[in-house]
């Protein structure tokens, strides 16, 4: 997790072709059955680093395959007080955007949908308020509100 991390703040500080490359090289090292923590995680932020909307479509796919795997006290160990359901309403939020963008729209419809039942996971905090807060956008940019 930590050079996960590491990574993380490379893509955050702007370099998202290093980003790609070092998450590529981590994510060979993981393997597609490896911890899935490690999956879930990396694949999130993956998806991030793509150009192409098929591409990151495929990376929060696996994210979310991941998160499929996860129990809530491996989560906990990790991420303080955090249980698997409070991924997915980020995770959902992601493929929403990501269908839109290939003008899938029922596709995106359907994963808001999810985005926003799973959000009663989400604690009143900055993180919480945040995600709540794209949901509505992307619900308003698919005329859903």
């Not at 981590?26 to 793509?50: F, K, N, P, S, V």
């Not at 499929?68 to 955007?97: E, T």
Request: negative net charge; contains cysteine; charged residues 30%.
């Amino acid at each position: 997790m930590a050079r996960i991390g590491q990574v993380m703040m490379l893509l955050h500080g702007g370099d998202r072709e290093e980003a790609r490359n070092r998450f590529g090289a981590l994510w060979a090292e993981i393997g597609e059955d490896g911890d899935a923590l490690h999956r879930c995680t990396l694949a999130h932020y993956m998806a991030d680093t793509q150009d192409d909307p098929e591409d990151e479509l495929l990376w929060d796919l696996r994210a979310l395959s991941a998160a499929d795997g996860l129990d809530d006290q491996r989560v906990d160990r990790h991420h303080a007080g955090l249980a698997v359901r409070g991924f997915y309403p980020s995770l959902h939020l992601n493929l929403a955007a990501d269908y839109l963008k290939l003008e899938r729209r029922d596709a995106a419809r359907n994963h808001l949908t999810r985005a926003r039942t799973a959000s009663d996971a989400l604690a009143d905090d900055g993180y919480g308020d945040g995600v709540r807060a794209a949901i509505d956008r992307l619900e308003w940019r698919l005329g859903e509100s």
